[in-house]
């Protein structure tokens, strides 16, 4: 495609860059409102137990405190289901989960809250409150939660199938089995010249944004209900909330703040209902700030798993079967990311003969939430490191192997129809041609492994409104909250449909009264969706404009065209921004609107190639050299989307070498802070080469494909792939840490 | 006729076929048509006559944004899947 | 009510009083008592670096800081950072080098790479990552905060000459 855009593929200063160095930006925690109390949260000790009784009394009593809150507070849920955009979700469980109801099912989990002056004295209320607890035996570890003699946490959760039906007898934690089948497998696998069959096991690790959960919200006198807070989504934010309080949304404003990452985990609430009960009782507008330790035991990890593949191909390398048997946590609530996992697992392939099955596990760990790719990464930690295995027994390059198998349009997939036009192979060969990949690795101890990456990526609705300005700029207002710079891409596809800078595009993120609804800031979409949004906003202001131009040609609009920011007709022409200053007079303010629902998914393919080197003494893995390639349809912002590429990798990177949660006997985790919840550091990390593929996706204007999951696919499989061709050791536990490493380095040498 | 592909979890209502063809210019006639056929089917996919809500459905490769009245042509492809999203 | 005692302080170059108890964080004087809110709390048990600030010169995490150490030191925040009339090259280096996304991090890491700066003008790569280890950060990857710094300090080496 011949290179066409003025603005599209340049690198602007982001817009709200000024207030983001200078620390300016207003995020949740900055925010100071008059009257403004503090609350704080009175979190579970045990990891499944029965509450008994909450004495409040002596909290109330305590000067300085101004309301105390239970679950009592928040209304009957039960039977309530809310459909949230991106799934359904049961509101009893969201409700117990944000405040317990009769039993707390994890360590952390929420009991009870306080509001006081200030957040000393609200802990001091919080350690007033008594709870009366009577402690039941926990469970932890999802194949333990599946046996028949595990502790049960729930006496309403039967075994359902993909559809509804019930797929188990009696109560059980194993809330959903998911069975995709096409072909006949066994007799594949016994007309396939080497099968790869092996195990695999991840622990829970979390999303790590930077910036803790926080919710301001002031239920005012007249009723109505305002919410500042750092989320992913302010039209999902005010859903789940209204729902939870059984409040009309039209009762409720949420105002998004700037936010400081979310990958996910800020898609659910934990604070805003809370906020809400406490400031409806005290009527002052009340803040709640998680801290760090209630973030990692109070929110939303992804899933730990447990995978068995095996893969069977002819000795020319053609695949003819596939197997996955997946167990997912889905936390202490069912609902979790199994459905993605299992129709990832085999994305990247063309697999004529497949089963895969997956469970949804219930367990004493915090219900799970979305973690960049939800369920893909795990998938593909044990899909990718068969298919490294069976390269290395057939005697093929692992990419000529994924070449040769590798999943395109007209493919079909894992309970899906078939792959529209998709970017997989051309990531195959940008990274066979790339010198990293024929770059010699020498010495002792190291070694390169490849793995390929997969992610959906969605549509869902954006909306986006914006007004011309007399001096030709435009003021531009949509709905997908910003946690990466995507008002910039957004503002960028706007600009570049009116011919006019980036720079000229001042663009905001609406509160949930001052736009249009959008869908959350999540799934890969926001560059997608409200990009499309914008570009049909510049549609309609166009046609706006040359109606302008059409009056003061006297003709009629149709005969005025419009190319590169200049509007002509007849010989004559006038540029955008002359009009823009001339619109008043012509007919009016120009204004203007679109709201969309593209159809996804985009469908996102990358690859990762990672030299490593381990220490035999210590374990230890140092990544030496790391390079990502990715499809992103086009890169509306190289820079942002570069940005990307490495961030997920680096999260890829902490969670196959470091990160996990660690619990002890007692179903309790241990090490719920940054000190010993180990995510990279610069020290850490080489650069991160990137590589932008561009097969443009025939569903946007522009060509954009979503970018922001894929890139934490590929990387724990990668790295465990050079682990293996450094060391000789296949390792099939997450996280790969010096000590895991090292012992199973040391077993070899016995 | 479109063609409905089953999920695995559902060919049992359909005798183990894994594709069968549906009359239907929308999703709910195409549903209610396949109900005819395979008794219990509506009660699977649907929940208060809306697409039950841990499921999606994709015509002709796309996700459909129009529910029940999505239209389906004469030679649409339907599949249903579990519900994704994202982080 | 606890007693506050009464501190004196210089805060980006201005000398500034304020009242504080005695169990108040430097960081928590800063924002909640100062309205100096762009230095920010990710853990408060400094292992994050989002509350760095430069205490004589030298960062800190002021989240491990009482408010009553603070009695006449000179303290740098971000807000200390940029001039009346331009942004620091570290701030412009930056934005130029996408080195933020969501910017939480940002003034943490802006603080840091000031006090590096000063000290060694001329780091190394190695060196750069040395000392911005006490600055997470969970949305780059962290390289391209080491080329905005490496720029930046091309840039202010061509100013010095």
């Not at chain 1, 817009?15 to 300016?24: E, F, I, N, S, Y």
């Not at chain 1, 999902?236 to 409040?247: D, G, K, P, V, Y």
């Not at chain 1, 992103?632 to 570069?642: D, L, M, Q, R, W």
């Not at chain 3, 030191?73 to 934005?95: K, M, R, V």
């Amino acid at each position: 495609m011949a290179e066409r855009f003025k603005v599209i593929g340049t690198r602007p200063v982001r817009h709200d860059g000024a207030d983001k160095v200078t620390g300016r930006a207003i995020y949740g925690g900055d925010l100071q409102l008059a009257g403004m109390v503090h609350g704080k949260i009175v979190r579970s000790p045990h990891a499944h137990a029965r509450i008994k009784r909450i004495d409040i009394s002596a909290a109330e009593k305590l000067s300085g405190v101004l309301a105390v809150v239970t679950a009592a507070d928040l209304p009957d849920l039960r039977d309530k289901v809310a459909d949230l955009g991106e799934g359904s979700v049961n509101l009893a469980h969201l409700g117990a989960n944000v405040l317990a109801h009769q039993k707390v099912l994890y360590k952390g989990h929420a009991v009870a809250a306080v509001a006081a002056v200030n957040s000393h004295v609200a802990e001091e209320a919080a350690k007033l409150i008594r709870v009366e607890y009577e402690p039941l035996p926990a469970v932890t570890w999802v194949l333990d939660a599946m046996k028949p003699d595990a502790p049960l946490l729930h006496d309403d959760v039967y075994t359902e199938d993909m559809a509804g039906g019930r797929a188990g007898e009696g109560t059980s934690n194993v809330s959903k089995y998911l069975l995709f089948e096409e072909g006949d497998i066994e007799k594949a696998f016994a007309s396939a010249d080497v099968v790869v069959e092996r195990e695999f096991k991840t622990a829970s690790v979390h999303q790590g944004y930077i910036e803790p959960h926080v919710s301001t919200a002031l239920w005012n006198h007249d009723g109505h209900l305002t919410i500042w807070t750092a989320t992913q989504g302010a039209f999902t934010a005010r859903q789940q909330t209204a729902e939870l309080l059984q409040i009309p949304v039209s009762q409720v404003t949420v105002v998004p703040c700037e936010i400081g990452g979310g990958f996910g985990g800020k898609i659910p609430v934990y604070l805003e209902p809370v906020a809400a009960l406490l400031s409806r009782k005290c009527r002052r507008p009340v803040k709640m700030v998680m801290t760090r330790a209630e973030v990692f035991e109070g929110t939303g990890p992804t899933p730990g798993s447990f995978v068995r593949v095996r893969l069977g191909a002819k000795k020319d390398g053609r695949m003819v079967a596939g197997q996955a048997w997946l167990a997912y946590d889905a936390g202490a609530y069912p609902g979790g990311m199994i459905g993605p996992g299992c129709m990832c697992v085999f994305s990247c392939y063309d697999l004529p003969n497949y089963k895969v099955e997956g469970y949804d596990v219930v367990l004493n760990k915090p219900k799970t939430a979305a973690y960049r790719a939800p369920g893909a990464t795990q998938a593909a930690f044990a899909a990718e490191q068969v298919v490294d295995e069976l390269a290395e027994r057939l005697g093929i390059d692992p990419i000529d192997l994924r070449l040769k198998n590798a999943a395109r349009e007209g493919t079909k997939r894992v309970g899906w129809p078939a792959y529209p036009k998709i970017g997989l192979i051309e990531t195959l060969e940008a990274a066979q041609r790339h010198p990293h990949y024929r770059a010699p690795i020498a010495g002792p101890n190291r070694g390169r492994g490849v793995a390929t990456g997969f992610w959906f990526n969605i549509g869902l609705k954006s909306s986006a409104s914006a007004s011309v300005n007399p001096d030709g700029t435009v003021t531009l207002i949509e709905g997908s909250t910003d946690i990466g710079g995507t008002r910039t891409s957004v503002a960028m596809q706007l600009a570049e449909t009116l011919g006019i800078a980036a720079e000229d595009v001042r663009p905001q993120v609406g509160d949930t009264d001052s736009v249009g609804y959008t869908d959350v800031t999540g799934g890969s979409r926001v560059t997608f969706a409200t990009g499309l949004a914008a570009y049909q906003v510049g549609l309609d202001i166009r046609r706006q404009m040359a109606e302008r131009a059409a009056t003061l040609w006297d003709c009629k609009a149709d005969e005025v065209t419009f190319d590169g920011g200049t509007f002509r007709r007849n010989g004559e022409s006038i540029g955008f921004k002359q009009l823009a200053a001339k619109a008043n007079e012509l007919g009016g303010p120009v204004v203007g609107r679109a709201s969309v629902d593209p159809a996804g998914p985009t469908n996102g393919f990358g690859l990762s190639i990672a030299d490593v080197e381990v220490d035999p003494d210590t374990g230890k893995t140092t990544i030496l050299r790391y390079t990502v390639f990715q499809d992103a349809g086009k890169a509306i912002h190289p820079s942002y989307v570069e940005g990307q590429m490495q961030g997920g990798t680096v999260q890829g990177i902490g969670w196959a070498l470091n990160e996990e949660y660690f619990y002890d006997g007692e179903g309790r985790m241990r090490n719920a802070s940054y000190l010993d919840y180990r995510m990279p550091t610069a020290l850490d990390l080489p650069m991160i080469d990137t590589v932008i593929i561009e097969v443009p996706n025939p569903a946007h204007p522009f060509g954009v494909r979503g970018v922001g999951e894929t890139p934490i696919v590929a990387p724990p499989a990668a790295v465990a792939n050079a682990i293996y061709h450094a060391t000789g050791v296949r390792m099939c536990e997450l996280p790969m840490s010096p000590p895991k490493v090292w012992a199973a380095l040391s077993k070899t040498q016995r | 006729m479109a063609i409905v592909h089953i999920p695995t979890q559902l060919r049992s209502l359909t005798g183990g076929a894994e594709h069968v063809e549906s009359p239907g210019g929308n999703l709910k006639q195409v549903i209610a048509a396949l109900d005819s056929a395979y008794p219990g089917m509506a009660e699977r996919l649907l929940r208060d006559g809306s697409l039950s809500p841990s499921l999606a459905v994709s015509i002709d490769g796309a996700f459909t944004n129009r529910g029940m009245l999505a239209k389906v042509g004469p030679q649409s492809e339907i599949h249903f899947l579990p519900a994704i999203g994202g982080g | 009510m606890p007693r506050k005692s009464h501190l004196q302080t210089t805060i980006n170059g201005q000398p500034v009083e304020f009242l504080c108890e005695n169990r108040q964080s430097l960081l928590e004087v800063l924002r909640d008592e100062l309205r100096l809110t762009g230095t920010k709390e990710g853990c408060n048990n400094g292992n994050c670096g989002a509350c760095t600030v430069l205490m004589n010169g030298v960062p800190v995490n002021s989240c491990l800081v009482l408010g009553v150490e603070a009695e006449g030191a000179e303290i740098t925040t971000i807000e200390g950072i940029a001039d009346e009339a331009h942004l620091h090259p570290i701030q412009q280096c930056f934005l130029e080098d996408a080195a933020l996304q969501c910017g939480i991090c940002t003034p943490g890491f802006i603080v840091t790479a000031k006090a590096l700066l000063d000290r060694n003008p001329s780091p190394t790569e190695q060196q750069i990552r040395f000392e911005l280890a006490n600055n997470l950060c969970r949305c780059t990857g962290y390289d391209k905060i080491v080329r905005a710094v490496q720029h930046a300090a091309e840039r202010l080496q061509e100013a010095a000459n």
